[in-house]
């Protein structure tokens, strides 16, 4: 695999400043890659709207229980166990455990690697998680660090603190702290971090951010303070952005404030289609000039599928974008993206070279809709039913070798609910909650919907037709709970939907 393709799993951590020359996740690659964590941000991976009365009702989903990766091994000539990834569930359906494990050659066993467990309040939101590691010597789990979150009323996230197990005193310790603050539209004004070196947990307040909106709810301008001593909140860097009419953001910028001035640091510029999808996203960084740092460039088909995602990165010496990877994506008759082709540029020959692919298996009998999975499908995978099966083969320039062999297995467990409505007429929404795309997909389909989708103060955010199965952006609406009601000729959907 190409250390392009190697860093693209990496997801990047909590920043405030966009990094404009981080590497983006491609579709399907976390699958083929070992003790990825998947930290559960929210609950649910969809949400069910119905029009009937509320009532108690039980809904039998495919959980998944486990994943084995097999990766080839040259001196026995078969594929041998690598890793195993483990998870359960509570009676809600949310994501409680998630567990990581190595094969041991020697020992034939599987042996701990990382563990995650979490919980959840009555609303579904994640309060608490849990990090352990394997200690190999007591061959136990050890605690490393926690979250503890709480949420207002409108299930904005309102604090975050983490903490670290000091392993002197068998304690807890906290280390630092974010409180958030919202306006009335549910908009997140301003986040104040602290920190502490204390048992006792005294708090210092350290630096703050604060972000603007437009009167559409989009981001314009993000300010970062530095708190001294000697001149509380100095402001230190800024974030500027652009957006078009639709509200997808064209340019932002960073900047630093350095000898009573602004001096810029690096800008990202994006394109987009008719249709909303980004077609172009240019990284640059400022010197005593505007100079190429990262490019990525993509394609879509008529379904707003990405068929293809290129990286270039700035030749310094000719001045000029030099590619570098290339990935070409197809699709089943579902929609699941069951392809992945990966290139790297040649320079020799000045052309792409074939370097390998990625082949997905999908049972066709389920929606992603029926499927309890935490976060592993999220809205970066582009899946419609249950996936069971991946697989990564190298291509030496003639054939296909198989490298890395994953293997999904599944049960069923019944999601009970006290207050779930009849499944007699439903749409399905999902990724719920979601951060680019969400899905609407409905039982009974009678043509064309209206979609309606406001914040709780009842502020519209889209306002658009759509068809059954219709994939719509969220990607530059803020984060938040959001309403949305979709309406046809003879009935009507409400619910909630969340953005992350």
């Known amino acids: ?187 997140n004004t301003i986040d104040l971090a602290y920190n502490s070196y204390t048992l006792d947990v005294t708090w210092n307040l350290f630096y703050k951010v604060e972000y603007t909106y437009d009167a559409n709810g989009n981001k314009t301008l993000l300010k970062y303070y530095d708190l001294y001593s000697t001149n509380p909140w100095e402001l230190s860097r800024k974030t500027e952005y652009t957006n078009d009419a639709k509200g997808n953001n064209t340019l932002l910028i960073t900047s630093n404030w350095r000898n009573s001035k602004w001096i810029p640091s690096n800008k990202e510029e994006n394109n987009y289609d008719a249709f909303g999808n980004k077609t172009l996203k240019a990284s640059y960084n400022w010197t005593t000039q505007w100079t190429g740092s990262s490019k990525y460039e993509y394609a879509y088909d008529t379904n707003g599928n990405k068929t293809s995602n290129s990286y270039s990165n700035w030749n310094s010496i000719t001045n000029q974008w030099k590619n570098i990877d290339k990935d070409e994506y197809t699709y089943d008759a579902n929609g699941n993206s069951d392809h992945d082709f990966n290139y790297t540029w040649n320079t020799t020959t000045n052309l792409w070279k074939l370097n390998y692919k990625t082949t997905m298996i999908f049972d066709t009998t389920y929606l992603l809709k029926d499927i309890l999975s935490g976060n592993f499908f999220d809205d970066s995978m582009t899946i419609n039913n249950m996936l069971t099966a991946g697989y990564m083969y190298n291509y030496d320039g003639t054939n296909w070798n198989l490298q890395v062999k994953v293997q999904l297995y599944y049960s069923t467990q019944d999601i009970q609910s006290a207050t779930k409505t009849v499944l007699s007429d439903a749409v399905n929404v999902y990724p719920n909650p979601a951060s680019s795309y969400v899905t609407f997909n409905f039982e009974k389909a009678v043509g064309q919907y209206t979609l309606h989708l406001s914040d709780l103060q009842g502020k519209i955010f889209i306002n658009q037709p759509i068809e059954n199965n219709a994939r719509v952006s969220v990607e530059m609406i803020p984060k938040g709970l959001y309403l949305y009601k979709i309406t046809a000729s003879d009935r009507t959907y409400n619910g909630k939907l969340m953005l992350k």
């Open 1 to 187: 695999m190409s250390s392009m393709a190697q860093n693209a799993i990496i997801k990047s951590n909590f920043s405030h400043f966009p990094n404009q020359n981080s590497i983006e996740t491609k579709s399907g690659f976390d699958l083929f890659t070992a003790n990825k964590s998947r930290a559960v941000q929210h609950p649910a991976q969809q949400q069910k709207s119905k029009m009937a009365k509320v009532a108690a009702s039980t809904v039998t989903k495919q959980r998944l229980d486990s994943m084995i990766r097999q990766q080839w091994d040259d001196s026995s000539s078969k594929m041998v166990n690598s890793s195993k990834e483990e998870y359960v569930y509570d009676a809600a359906g949310n994501m409680i455990l998630y567990a990581t494990y190595n094969w041991n050659i020697d020992g034939s066993e599987w042996v701990g690697d990382q563990k995650e467990v979490y919980a959840f309040d009555n609303n579904g939101n994640k309060i608490l998680d849990i990090f352990y590691g394997w200690s190999s010597t007591t061959r136990q789990w050890v605690e490393r660090n926690k979250n503890e979150y709480t949420f207002d009323t409108k299930g904005n996230i309102t604090n975050d603190i983490y903490f670290s197990w000091d392993v002197s005193i068998e304690q807890w310790k906290a280390n630092n702290k974010h409180e958030y603050i919202y306006d009335i539209s549910g908009n």
